[in-house]
């Protein structure tokens, strides 16, 4: 009789067990055209946004670093615009924006300097905290890839990875790596790599929350590497995917009494 009753427990809790690793299991393994036609149609869905915004900064200051917590928006309006400030008290304090021709980055505590250029200048790549980085990084840009383009797609036990390559003489290097869940097939991390094969940002995609019938990502963290490295968490609140941005935003205006850095000026003497 405790045989019996022994064995009816072992039985019971390896159900148990077998039952709890079933539900553990991932979903069947998707194709890769599968999973970059399922984030299309999703990034498709997002033609602009318009949030609230609460924006966590972390910069260096000489051997130190500084954060700087602020109240304020985060606008985008595909294919090539972005926008989002910071307050304090409400008055701006922090600029970060592009349209097809600008890009500007104004900082105004200790420093009151915009960084500026043009799109696809060389002084793009030497800011670092770049709004097309930015962009980008937010996972809301389609991925289309040109026939016989190179990419690695690996299958993990909760993430699809996608890397996408380009050739550099004898090597292959990554220019782009996005994770997706595979339960959603929304991305949850981006990397993007520079020429070389460097890491130019990395950014979670931490949360996702419903705006009508479309998942939106309100919750980013972002670090941007460079000479020295910058550190941008944003989440978003009040997320409208109907409200367009004002197009002024997007415009781009030296804030009065601040210094103008052009990345693309030459170089004096």
């Known amino acids: 009789m405790q045989r019996t009753a022994l064995a009816l427990v072992v039985t019971l809790l390896a159900a148990a067990g077998s039952a709890a690793r079933a539900a553990d299991a991932p979903p069947p393994v998707a194709a890769p055209a599968e999973v970059i036609a399922a984030h299309n149609a999703w990034a498709d869905s997002i033609r602009h946004l318009w949030s609230r915004a609460a924006v966590t900064i972390n910069v260096p200051v000489g051997k130190k670093r500084e954060q700087h917590d602020l109240d304020g928006h985060f606008f985008v309006a595909k294919p090539d615009r972005l926008f989002v400030h910071g307050q304090v008290l409400g008055q701006d304090v922090f600029r970060l924006g592009m349209n097809a021709e600008r890009f500007w980055l104004w900082i105004r505590p200790g420093v009151n300097t915009v960084w500026t250029g043009r799109r696809g200048g060389e002084g793009e790549r030497d800011l670092v905290l770049s709004p097309a980085d930015l962009m980008a990084a937010c996972g809301m840009s389609r991925i289309d890839l040109a026939r016989g383009a190179a990419a690695e797609f690996v299958a993990g036990r909760r993430h699809y990875v996608l890397t ?18 595979r339960a959603t097939l ?19 995609l931490l949360a996702y929350q419903p705006v009508g019938d479309t998942p939106v990502c309100t919750a980013y963290r972002a670090r941007f590497y460079g000479d020295e490295d910058v550190t941008l968490v944003l989440r978003l609140s009040k997320v409208s995917l109907e409200k367009e941005p004002n197009p002024r935003l997007f415009e781009y205006r030296l804030p009065p009494g601040a210094k103008e850095r052009d990345l693309d000026a030459p170089a004096a003497g």
């Open 164 to 181: 996408e390559q380009r050739r550099a003489g004898a090597a292959t290097l990554p220019a782009r790596r996005i994770w997706f869940d």
């Open 186 to 204: 929304r991305p949850v991390r981006v990397d993007l790599f520079d020429a070389v094969g460097r890491r130019l940002v990395m950014a979670e």
